[in-house]
């Protein structure tokens, strides 16, 4: 074993060993303490209105705005769940808005990744020009854009429709970069091996980087899904069919046309928010580790 010394401390084979920690001083108590203060009170400011809201759905519609103000109601009310839930339309406008958010997140992805692996490997005219204007649309705000994209969508006669919603907005600069530079970091020897195998581009995409893009993908996907999830003036513009509305369409519909029910309208706002919720729940290990890994590299 080989055994190395230095002034400090002795390494042996290749480990450090483990240092006490050093006793703490009253000043670095009252920092710790003052850093657990601070960081739950973060934490109730952060989760009260989802608290308030959650609650709030099993209220009557009185107890929601009375004064003075309680947190919890009087009488438990299940009955605004199981009425919202019991609502025909609000049943059929979340199975509208989930699949039109699966079909624009998988339509996303596939356009992003393909002009990302363009971007990150292949050479041809122009590309740094072209590269240059794509990353310049991510400065544009989308409102400045509006009336123009309305006025594309008329004549292509896409208002009223899923495309509508699913089409505009797929192509994403931000989403490109993101990929792009995920790929940058694929080392380029996998290709040369799959070149000498005789595979082409499109197969080398298809068999080695979609392989390898679980990463970018699953934080791309799930930004995708919420925006879709979550937008609400495009849908107020292009949309009119009662049918074909998005879920923050129906709560401002309901909003306006039941403005006093506002124990049913947090429940329903609760069941809007659960899909959310649910995926970041589930993805929220890779979301952080992959954009930790991005801000690394």
Do not use: H
């Given at each position: ?5 230095d002034?400090?401390r002795?390494?042996l084979a290749?480990k450090?060993?483990q240092?006490k920690p050093?006793?703490r001083t009253p ?9 657990g203060i601070?960081g739950l ?13 959650v609650i709030a759905?099993f209220?009557s ?5 009375q004064?003075?103000f309680?947190f919890?109601p ?5 009955e605004?769940?199981v009425?919202?839930?019991?609502d025909?339309t609000?049943t059929l406008t ?5 699949m039109?958010?699966v079909?624009?997140t998988?339509?996303s992805l596939?356009?992003?990744?393909l002009?990302a692996y363009?971007?990150a ?13 794509v ?6 705000p989308?409102m400045t854009i ?10 292509l ?6 495309a509508?919603?699913?089409?505009p907005g797929?192509?994403?600069?931000a989403t490109?970069f ?5 790929y940058l970091?694929?080392?380029?020897s996998?290709e ?5 195998d005789?595979?082409?581009?499109f197969?080398?995409?298809v068999?080695?980087?979609l392989p ?6 699953v934080?791309?996907g ?6 879709y999830w979550n937008?609400?003036v495009w849908?107020?513009l ?9 879920v923050?369409q129906?709560l ?7 403005s006093?029910?506002l124990?049913l309208l947090m ?9 959310v919720v649910?995926?970041f729940l589930?993805f929220?290990r890779?979301?952080i580790g992959?954009i930790?890994?991005?801000?690394l590299?």
């Amino acid at each position: 074993m080989a055994i190395v010394q230095d002034t400090t401390r002795i390494v042996l084979a290749g480990k450090e060993p483990q240092r006490k920690p050093l006793p703490r001083t009253p000043g670095s108590w009252l920092v710790l303490i003052g850093k657990g203060i601070a960081g739950l009170l973060f934490l109730v400011a952060a989760l009260f209105p989802l608290a308030w809201m959650v609650i709030a759905g099993f209220k009557s519609k009185t107890e929601v705005i009375q004064t003075p103000f309680q947190f919890f109601p009087e009488v438990w009310k299940w009955e605004n769940y199981v009425q919202i839930l019991s609502d025909p339309t609000f049943t059929l406008t979340m199975g509208w808005t989930f699949m039109g958010a699966v079909l624009f997140t998988l339509l996303s992805l596939t356009i992003n990744s393909l002009a990302a692996y363009a971007f990150a490997r292949l050479e041809f005219r122009f590309k740094k020009t072209i590269w240059t204007i794509v990353i310049t649309t991510m400065f544009i705000p989308a409102m400045t854009i509006l009336l123009t994209s309305f006025i594309v969508v008329t004549k292509l006669s896409m208002l009223d429709t899923l495309a509508v919603l699913v089409l505009p907005g797929a192509a994403s600069a931000a989403t490109v970069f993101f990929i792009r530079q995920f790929y940058l970091n694929i080392p380029a020897s996998l290709e040369e091996a799959a070149m000498l195998d005789g595979c082409g581009r499109f197969a080398i995409f298809v068999r080695i980087f979609l392989p390898l893009s679980k990463p970018p993908f699953v934080v791309m996907g799930i930004t995708a899904f919420l925006a879709y999830w979550n937008s609400y003036v495009w849908p107020i513009l292009t949309i009119t069919s009662p049918e074909r509305f998005v879920v923050q369409q129906y709560l401002a519909t309901f909003r306006s046309e039941r403005s006093t029910e506002l124990g049913l309208l947090m429940a329903g706002s609760v069941l809007a928010a659960a899909p959310v919720v649910i995926l970041f729940l589930i993805f929220q290990r890779q979301i952080i580790g992959n954009i930790k890994m991005a801000g690394l590299k």
